[in-house]
């Protein structure tokens, strides 16, 4: 294995023509003269200017280390205090470097330079554009002689310190919950908090709802990974959405089934419970399961029990359940869709995940994550210009920024924003096409305007204040679904008729759509007026 | 395979220099193990390995393990080369350290070599180029040994660049050597080398030594060296006396007191006449691998150090003689060698 110096001639330490050049301590010339460090190759890098200087320099390394062999590179800053060119120019010397790591260990000198090109170099070389090891030279402290030398790899534990500076040290327990993010929302917080209490110490089901994108499935994740991280659990994390489970495959899919339970059924299928055992099943959109399906998962929470289908023979899995859904699962047990007593099983930790746009205090701190997370994903550091930022800041927690997909719609806005950057910084032009598409996206018109559509072109809606258009709607629409003009009327003034003994509910109604043109003949019972 | 425990006597790099060369003179393939262990930094530095592969290259030795810091080593040599060598050590290593090394084998080559030798000239704890040429080489050319040394430039720690240019002809019979005991004390001279340093300083040391010796003013040289490469200074006191010039150096160090250098080295040379021997402490290390090759010969010498003892165990152990150590009076002993 050769060993090989790269390292900067040091201009002033460095330096000296006259014989008396010797006396003093050299940082370059020292790492030569250890009687116990060999040293294949320096690669000097050096400026024009410098150059015949450093040339002095190679001849008492010659002197000195007789079997080095000793390149000068050509490097030449025409400002080296300024941090952008100097880590350009040894970024552009690492990329091109032919580094040959099976032969040649690498060293690289950090104790010449100006402090900035020290700096730049102890990041190139711990960002590994430089794979290398540092060393440091330091001159003798009362004697004289070569002084001593020091070998830093940046990859023993003992650095670590350096290197996880940038992990978050509280990423344990709630902020683990939060991915990092410093969430501000406190109610928020204060849900994370006992999520994370609750994770800890239960293996009961944990019921998560709230909208679509709220972050159900990561924070379910998280869940799992944070009981990991504490040797709660030792299984697996399974995940499924029960919206995709339909028909005789959901049971299978589920609770598996054995060999010959029905065609196609050539082999014996665990299923995801068993997949779970002694790990998290995650169930989203619970509310879509099917009633024979809960009734078998009600089951499988009582007893860890459960009967693969076509089996006649219980098998067991301890799984604990994180169900998700963004319905109200109460309206669903009233209607009849969802099994009370599964509910209740599943009901003892409930929390509802905010949406983005309840929490806009929390917008920015996810928008940091979501740029480290995609510089993680695509190796690439991106970031805004300071007035793009605050543009799309403004914009995403004003009152514009609905995030009607919550998580996922930032999650998409970032990564569109990034990838178009092209490794650069996402500055106005971007941020302002993106505002474009995120309110092109939001703007898909609400159901009172889609009802409005029908009974006005744009140029009467247009004429419509937004105040009656709002009104105007929702009346049409109760009008749409009730079997009588009498009907609508009880419904919209339900309020005021339990106060009066009698009213012309029906007149009043009338007379309100006439108002706008309109017959009231032509929309009870959803007729659908023509065009007009 | 010969074993070499190299923490043996002394344990430094004597023992390796005197393992190698008597490798290559006996063909004996050796594993040394322990090298220079309990030292501060373990194991082959560089000066060592410089002398190890220098020997490896004039004896087409295999090697293994000849690795900066390595503790254990073999070297399988074959028979030595003559020709044109160049050697250049590292960190103003000590040349006289790998001429040493490689003189014998050199001696017993097919033919005539030249060697040039680049870095230190005078180190610390080596023979200096003045000691070699004046009291050493005259005492193998009486052997029968021809060896010319020229001094082309001066080196000095920690900057070497010095420059020693060597022509070797081989004789593969040297002729036993004896000195008889006894001292004729003849004249003293004293000498100072300086080289960008102030001439003051060569002043003050022949001062101090000259007059503690008693040296006459006209038998005190100061030197101003000009092409060294980097500063230094070194001065000696040379003996006259029938059978050996005897030389005695101190090198100025940076962080040594002139003074107390000129003083230990005054002492040095005074417990040497009062010996009334001829042979010096470290000359009689350099005399034993001569002797023992010729396998006949005897000097008187003072008390025997650690290195001498250690230098004669090795050699034993290699060629086929026995060495006798004896007390003659205080600090007094004859050295001598014979056949098994």
Redesign the interface.
């Known amino acids: 294995m050769k060993r090989v110096v790269i390292g900067l001639y040091g201009t002033t330490l460095d330096g000296g023509l006259g014989?008396?050049r010797?006396?003093r301590w050299r940082p370059t010339v020292s790492l030569?003269?250890?009687?116990?460090?060999?040293i294949d190759r320096l690669e000097l890098l050096v400026s024009e200017d410098h150059r015949s200087a450093a040339e002095v320099l190679v001849a008492?390394i010659g002197?000195?280390?007789?079997?080095?062999q000793v390149n000068l590179n050509t490097m030449t800053f025409s400002d080296p205090w300024d941090f952008e060119e100097v880590f350009s120019s040894l970024m552009a010397f690492a990329q091109q470097y032919p580094f040959n790591q099976d032969q040649e260990e690498y060293l690289i000198h950090i104790t010449t330079g100006t402090h900035v090109a020290q700096i730049c170099l102890f990041l190139l070389t711990e960002a590994r554009y430089f794979p290398a090891n540092l060393i440091q030279s330091s001159p003798m402290r009362k004697?004289?002689?070569?002084g001593y030398y020091k070998i830093i790899d940046l990859d023993l534990s003992k650095y670590d310190s350096i290197a996880s500076r940038f992990a978050k040290e509280q990423e344990e327990g709630a902020a683990f919950l939060k991915s990092g993010i410093e969430t501000r929302n406190a109610r928020f917080n204060q849900m994370i908090d006992q999520i994370e209490k609750v994770a800890i110490r239960s293996k009961s089901p944990i019921l998560l709802m709230g909208p679509t994108g709220a972050g159900k499935s990561h924070l379910a994740k998280r869940i799992f990974q944070l009981k990991k991280m504490r040797r709660q659990i030792t299984g697996q994390f399974v995940e499924v959405n029960c919206a995709t489970l339909r028909g005789d495959a959901a049971m299978s899919t589920l609770f598996g089934h054995v060999r010959g339970a029905f065609t196609g059924a050539i082999t014996d299928r665990p299923g995801l419970l068993r997949g779970a055992h002694n790990g998290v099943l995650f169930l989203d959109e619970v509310g879509e399961l099917g009633s024979d399906e809960q009734a078998m998962l009600l089951r499988a929470l009582e007893d860890k029990s459960f009967m693969p289908v076509g089996s006649d023979r219980e098998v067991n899995s301890d799984f604990q359940l994180i169900a998700g859904t963004n319905r109200d699962l109460w309206e669903k047990v009233h209607s009849g869709d969802f099994r009370e007593d599964l509910l209740a099983r599943m009901n003892l930790w409930t929390y509802k995940l905010p949406s983005l746009s309840e929490r806009p205090e929390d917008l920015e701190p996810n928008l940091r994550y979501e740029l480290e997370r995609f510089a993680r994903e695509h190796g690439r550091i991106t970031t805004f210009n300071k007035e793009a930022y605050q543009c799309f800041l403004s914009f995403a927690t004003g009152p514009k920024g609905r995030w009607s997909a919550n998580f996922r719609d930032l999650n998409a806005a970032v990564t569109r924003m990034a990838t178009l950057s092209g490794g650069n910084r996402i500055n106005e032009d971007i941020v302002g096409e993106e505002i474009g598409r995120l309110r092109r996206q939001w703007e898909r018109p609400e159901k009172a305007d889609q009802t409005l559509a029908k009974y006005f072109n744009k140029e009467e809606l247009a004429d419509i204040d937004l105040f009656d258009r709002a009104q105007l709607g929702k009346v049409l629409e109760v009008c749409e679904t009730a079997r009588s003009l009498a009907e609508a009327g009880r419904v919209l003034f339900a309020a005021s008729r339990a106060k009066k003994a009698s009213a012309n509910d029906s007149d009043r109604l009338r007379k309100y759509l006439m108002k706008f043109g309109l017959k009231a003949s032509d929309i009870v019972g959803g007729k659908g007026a023509p065009p007009s | 395979m010969l074993f070499i425990d190299g923490s043996q006597g002394e344990g430094g790099g004597q023992v390796i220099r005197s393992a190698v060369a008597l490798s290559i003179l006996t063909a004996t393939p050796i594993s040394v193990t322990h090298v220079r262990a309990g030292r501060k930094k373990p194991g082959l530095l560089r000066q060592h390995l410089t002398a190890v592969k220098a020997a490896a290259q004039i004896s087409n030795a295999h090697t293994e393990g000849v690795t900066l810091g390595s503790q254990a080593f073999r070297f399988e040599p074959a028979a030595p080369r003559s020709g044109r060598y160049h050697f250049a050590i590292g960190t103003a290593g000590s040349t006289m350290l790998v001429l040493q090394t490689i003189l014998y084998p050199l001696l017993a080559a097919d033919g005539p070599s030249e060697v040039v030798i680049e870095g230190g000239t005078h180190n610390p704890k080596a023979p200096t180029f003045e000691f070699i040429q004046r009291t050493f080489l005259p005492l193998l050319e009486r052997m029968g040994l021809q060896v010319k040394i020229r001094l082309a430039r001066r080196g000095y720690i920690p900057v070497g660049g010095g420059r020693l240019e060597i022509e070797v002809t081989p004789n593969p019979n040297p002729q036993p050597l004896h000195l008889r005991d006894g001292h004729d004390k003849g004249e003293l001279t004293a000498q100072a080398w300086v080289a960008e340093l102030p001439a003051k300083i060569g002043h003050q040391q022949l001062t101090r030594v000259g007059d503690m010796l008693s040296i006459p003013r006209e038998r005190r040289f100061l030197h101003q060296v000009n092409d060294a490469i980097g500063a230094g200074n070194s001065f000696e006191v040379s003996i006259a006396d029938t059978q050996v010039t005897e030389t005695f150096t101190a090198i100025g160090e940076i962080k040594a007191r002139s003074r107390h250098l000129a003083t230990d080295l005054a002492r040095e040379a005074k417990a040497f006449l009062a010996a009334g021997v001829p042979v010096g402490e470290h000359l009689a290390d350099q005399l034993l691998i001569p002797i023992a090759l010729a396998g006949d010969g005897s000097f008187y010498t003072v008390t025997p150090s650690l290195h001498t003892h250690t230098n004669i165990r090795i050699i034993e152990q290699f060629l086929p003689v026995r060495f006798q150590c004896d007390p003659v009076r205080e600090d007094a002993y004859r050295i001598a060698v014979s056949a098994r």
Do not use: L, N, Y
């Open positions: 014989r008396r010797w006396q030569f003269q250890h009687e116990d460090m060999m008492d002197t000195v280390a007789p079997e080095t004697e004289k002689g070569p």
